[in-house]
């Protein structure tokens, strides 16, 4: 019996994946639970398992390509004998590479069942139609990209219905909006390839005499080239810009003497890495500091609904890694739970995930505070975007060796700034300054007990 692999649903903002390389070629056979195929999202990359044996009859997307959840993406020809009732579902969610399989969870019914693949033809390839084409399931053709312009743009339903998509199996695509975009803001918006939505356009005549014309798409110039948007960049230009656009944005930028904490690890560092087995960072002794802060100021760990405001008991501080292709943030879980030496393992286990493209879903997941360090880069001032739908960010730059007046004298110290970005919907400025002091204090009076790290 031939069934559908569709994509699943790979954590709950998770709405497509892009499929990295098949493991199978058509006619070879794949036992239950083997890795079939990797899958790039947003997040992380996974090795998708089958759901059963059998032989790998069809490939239905190519490599490289983007789909929703709940495309098929792929036909088996289950092996004989296979009990259908004990048969798990083929839109199963796999585990990530190195994960249990228990962090594994089902896709959602109505994302498996709303999408539909086109029919397979018996030559190994997707029908064609030759004539019109039929009508379409627009939940296939939709991706939440696309229906988030169509909002924002006022597109209504019959308009949106008539432009020609050239995706995947008809799915209209971003460019495929940005062009009826500009060819609806052009002069020659009456012609007759307009004609075809006149009644719907005469119903939002009003709306759209009062709007001004969405911009064209830059034309690209002799030399320039197009780098096309992977998975990850795309989600982060697109969740950067949802938290600009959603969260009114203010910062707060404080100073911190880090002489004596600096002097400290300098002098127990390699100890410390005999002792651990790992090297303690400065980072570990801010998250500290900063849980310390979370646990003083709960309104800092929490996120802004519109019922109110959602406090948040748990406190997973997110971590961002530059990457290749961007930032991607780790999350330390119960990070407030944790001493220094239990939080620099997990930052340096984390930041060797992050760059080796092994996260699992659940390292990247639950996050409700995030810390950025950009003084790795050699910042001294950041102002860095919320994570969204967090409260607040914190910025680390960089140290620096500068004279400060200190009593009545000038001395060398180690000065950094630290620079909280926060939704000033949840509170003000001076809770947001508040907290900075709680851990600026606590990295200027840092004492330990002989040569432990923690305080």
Same mark, same amino acid.
């Given at each position: ?51 059963? +044996? ?44 190195? =994960? ?26 997707? +029908? ?64 007759? #390839? ?5 009644? =719907? ?189 967090? #409260? ?37 400025? +001076? ?25």
């Amino acid at each position: 019996m031939a069934t559908e692999i569709k994509m699943p649903q790979l954590g709950e903002s998770v709405h497509e994946g892009t499929i990295g390389k098949w493991l199978k070629r058509p006619g070879e056979s794949v036992a239950k639970y083997e890795p079939l195929v990797e899958v790039i999202t947003d997040k992380v990359n996974v090795e998708m398992p089958s759901p059963f +044996a059998g032989v790998l009859k069809q490939i239905l997307v190519k490599e490289g390509e983007t789909v929703v959840v709940g495309t098929a993406i792929a036909v088996i020809e289950e092996a004989a004998g296979a009990p259908a009732a004990a048969r798990p579902s083929a839109a199963a969610v796999p585990h990530a590479a190195g =994960a249990p399989a228990s962090a594994a969870r089902p896709a959602s019914d109505a994302a498996a069942g709303a999408a539909r693949a086109p029919a397979a033809s018996g030559d190994g390839g997707r +029908a064609r139609p030759t004539g019109a084409p039929p009508a379409r399931d627009r939940s296939i053709r939709l991706t939440p990209l696309v229906r988030r312009m169509a909002e924002e743009h006022r597109i209504p339903a019959q308009e949106l219905e008539s432009i020609p998509g050239t995706g995947d199996g008809g799915r209209i695509t971003k460019d495929d909006v940005l062009r009826h975009l500009q060819a609806r803001a052009a002069p020659s918006a009456g012609a007759p #390839a307009a004609s075809t939505r006149a009644s =719907a356009q005469n119903a939002q005549a009003p709306a759209q005499a009062t709007r001004a014309p969405a911009p064209a798409a830059p034309s690209p110039a002799a030399g320039d080239q197009l780098q096309r948007l992977t998975p990850i960049r795309r989600t982060i230009a697109e969740r950067l810009a949802q938290s600009k656009r959603e969260i009114p944005h203010a910062y707060g930028i404080i100073e911190v003497d880090l002489t004596a904490l600096v002097r400290h690890r300098e002098a127990h560092k390699a100890a410390w890495q005999a002792r651990e087995g790992i090297n303690i960072s400065l980072t570990a002794f801010i998250v500290r500091a900063a849980t310390r802060a979370l646990r003083a100021f709960p309104m800092v760990n929490a996120t802004f609904t519109p019922e109110g405001i959602l406090h948040k008991q748990a406190i997973h501080v997110g971590i961002g890694v530059a990457i290749p292709d961007g930032l991607i943030v780790p999350v330390i879980k119960h990070a407030d739970q944790k001493s220094v030496a239990d939080l620099a393992k997990e930052v340096a286990r984390l930041s060797t995930l992050a760059r080796e493209g092994k996260l699992a879903l659940e390292d990247v997941s639950g996050g409700t505070f995030t810390l950025t360090n950009p003084g790795v880069f050699g910042s001294i001032i950041s102002m860095p975007i919320i994570n969204y739908p967090q #409260a607040a960010i914190l910025a680390t730059d960089a140290i620096v060796r500068r004279p400060v007046v200190v009593g009545e004298g000038i001395a060398i110290r180690e000065m950094m700034n630290l620079g909280l970005a926060f939704d000033h919907r949840i509170f003000d400025g +001076a809770v947001g300054v508040q907290f900075l002091t709680h851990i600026k204090r606590q990295l200027e009076e840092f004492a330990p007990a002989g040569d432990s790290p923690e305080f």
